[in-house]
Structures are given as C-alpha cells and as structure tokens.
C-alpha cells in the first residue's frame, strides 16, 4: 500500500499494467478504493456453491452489496454465456468509467472476467488478486496464506 490519501479513488496497480485490463490489485486496494468510491462495484465470479459454502465478501461497510455473477457455471464449469451482457445490465452505463474489481477464489476466473468486461467497453476492469480464498498453503489449504480473507477484509458466510 502507498501513502494515497483515503479520499484517493483512483486504484494503485499492483507490477505493470496489462494491455487488456486495467490491472492487478491487492484485496486491501479494493477495499479502500471500494469504501471511498461511491460508484466502484465489486463483483464476485465464483459459483453459486462457493458464495453458499465457503462465504462472500462483506460491503455494508462501504454501504455497498457484492454483485454475483458466475464466470463459469457449476456443476459443469462452462463459461457462462451471457456474462458480459449480463453483467453490462447489473452494473448499469453510469459505470463503464468506474473502478470495477473483480474476485475469484484465487485470482484466475477473475482475471477472465475483467479481462472480458474490458472488451465489452468498461474502462476500469481489476482483478483482485489472491482472491477471496487465495493460494494454497503448505498444508494444502486455503484462507491464511493471501486474499481477501487473509488481509482480514469483512466477510461473511451463511
């Protein structure tokens, strides 16, 4: 993290910025860029059995809900068809120039989705990276080791 102000809605990219995307950010730099931007959105990728299972990001403290949008359906895992179309409508035209993260359970699917969104004419597509579960540890689990529930972002799980 740098020494941004906390009113600074404008992301701090993590290395070089891609070409196709607008780039990788930690789960910290969305959270601030999500509590200080009221038009920033945050939209969750993983499947319906990840969000109902393993948890979701919690917003209310931003004021804000995550969107939740399959990249890929389960149980079959194949891409979902409509995403951008759909995901166009839930975010609305007033975003297309607003700050977007995106959020996978580990990075991957993420990285698809801003990438896909960016094509579709948003111009502030993030991947978040680490996730919401993050990599896997030595013991071969997820949660400690990077991502949104490591960095001890708000979360909850029904």
């Not at 393993?54 to 403290?61: C, I, N, Q």
């Not at 931003?62 to 068809?81: C, D, I, R, S, T």
């Not at 580990?106 to 004419?121: F, K, V």
């Not at 993050?134 to 001890?152: C, P, Q, S």
Request: charged content about 20%.
């Amino acid at each position: 993290m740098s020494d941004k102000a906390e009113g600074d809605a404008v992301p701090e990219v993590i290395g070089a910025r891609p070409d196709n995307y607008a780039g990788d950010v930690a789960p910290e730099e969305a959270w601030r860029v999500l509590q200080s931007n009221p038009e920033a959105a945050l939209v969750d990728v993983r499947t319906r059995a990840e969000w109902s299972f393993v948890g979701l990001p919690d917003l209310s403290g931003a004021g804000k809900e995550p969107v939740l949008m399959e990249w890929q359906q389960f149980p079959a895992m194949a891409l979902n068809p409509g995403f951008a179309a759909d995901l166009a409508g839930a975010l609305g035209a007033a975003r297309k120039q607003a700050p977007v993260f995106f959020l996978c359970r580990s990075g991957a699917r993420s990285r698809a989705a801003a990438i896909a969104m960016t094509a579709a004419g948003f111009g502030q597509c993030f991947n978040i990276v680490g996730g919401f579960e993050g990599d896997l540890d030595g013991g071969r689990h997820r949660g400690g080791r990077n991502g949104w529930k490591a960095a001890a972002l708000p979360w909850v799980q029904s």
